[in-house]
């Protein structure tokens, strides 16, 4: 069965729901770090459905060699507790070339991320990842009913989420600092750590509430956080990462 592949409007990928696609800066805890690749979106979007032949968990994540009617494909998923032979099925991904991960000291021709398990082998509810905090740190979004209101940062490069859409022409590749609340953060898409920020203002509807920022830090869903960087408009990263608006190289300002 088909679905869409739901790409964050920030961002992804992530992990969608309970991890993220490649690292961070460093070999970390909670993501295998890599070489820069070539990532494509899974063809089709279609469900990751096998049988398990080897699997193994580094960095925070399993990586399964999943054998698909012959046809074997490294998958990449948080850290899941899966067996060799199990039949499973797994949220479509993005695809990378050349992935290496250091956790293991191992490069791959070709692996898919994935969000992770959407069945069970008996087809009851999805599987939970072994690291639930770290699912909860890299997926959580505040709930649209949740009322979000911060004080707009001090200082002559100071803006709102809503000012920034407003003046995005003229704010193009110029330095722009945004206090905002964290929503939403997927680590390590292509060696960065993509942040949603939320502050208040702008129009849901139109997308103007929302602020994506890519990041070497790495703060906690939840968090109030002051942000420092370049903004770009028009930004196309491949691979379906395109943005009207995004601020690059931000900085967690103490």
């Known amino acids: 069965?088909?679905?869409?592949?739901?790409?964050?409007?920030?961002?992804?990928?992530?992990?969608?729901?309970?991890?993220?696609?490649?690292?961070p800066k460093k070999?970390?805890?909670?993501?295998?770090?890599?070489?820069?690749?070539?990532?494509?979106?899974?063809?089709?979007?279609?469900?990751l459905s096998g049988k398990v032949?080897?699997?193994?968990?580094?960095g925070g994540y399993t990586y399964i060699n999943l054998d698909q009617s012959g046809t074997k494909k490294w998958i990449a998923?948080?850290?899941?507790?899966?067996?060799?032979?199990?039949?499973?099925?797994?949220?479509?991904?993005?695809?990378?070339?050349?992935f290496t991960s250091k956790t293991l000291n191992r490069t791959f021709d070709n692996i898919i991320f994935s969000g992770g398990m959407v069945s069970n082998p008996a087809g009851g509810a999805a599987a939970k990842p072994?690291?639930?905090?770290?699912?909860?740190?890299?997926?959580?979004v505040t709930k649209p009913a949740e009322k979000i209101k911060v004080e707009k940062a001090s200082g002559p490069d100071a803006y709102t989420v809503s000012e920034i859409h407003e003046k995005l022409a003229?704010?193009?590749?110029?330095?722009?600092?945004?206090?905002?609340k964290v929503v939403k953060v997927s680590q390590g898409i292509m060696g960065k750590n993509w942040i949603h920020l939320q502050d208040g203002t702008g129009?849901?509807?139109?997308?103007?509430?929302?602020?994506?920022?890519?990041?070497?830090?790495?703060?906690?869903?939840?968090?109030?956080v002051t942000m420092k960087?370049?903004?770009?408009?028009?930004?196309?990263?491949?691979?379906?990462?395109?943005?009207?608006?995004?601020?690059?190289?931000?900085?967690?300002q103490k």
Do not use: H, W
């Not at 909670?30 to 990532?39: F, G, I, L, M, Y």
């Not at 032949?53 to 580094?58: A, G, R, W």
């Not at 129009?203 to 109030?224: A, E, F, H, R």
């Open 53 to 58: 032949t080897e699997t193994m968990d580094s």
């Open 130 to 140: 072994v690291m639930a905090q770290q699912a909860a740190s890299t997926s959580a």
């Open 203 to 224: 129009d849901p509807g139109l997308g103007t509430n929302k602020l994506v920022t890519t990041s070497q830090d790495l703060p906690t869903v939840g968090d109030i």
């Open 27 to 47: 070999d970390s805890p909670v993501a295998p770090s890599q070489t820069p690749p070539a990532a494509k979106s899974q063809q089709g979007g279609s469900m």
């Open 170 to 180: 003229a704010l193009n590749e110029k330095t722009a600092v945004v206090k905002g």
């Open 229 to 252: 960087g370049k903004i770009y408009k028009d930004k196309d990263f491949g691979s379906g990462y395109k943005y009207n608006v995004i601020m690059e190289e931000a900085k967690i």
């Open 77 to 98: 998923i948080p850290r899941t507790e899966v067996k060799v032979g199990q039949q499973v099925t797994l949220q479509p991904g993005i695809e990378m070339g050349s």
């Open 1 to 23: 069965m088909k679905r869409p592949i739901i790409v964050l409007a920030i961002c992804v990928l992530t992990f969608v729901s309970a991890g993220v696609y490649a690292s």
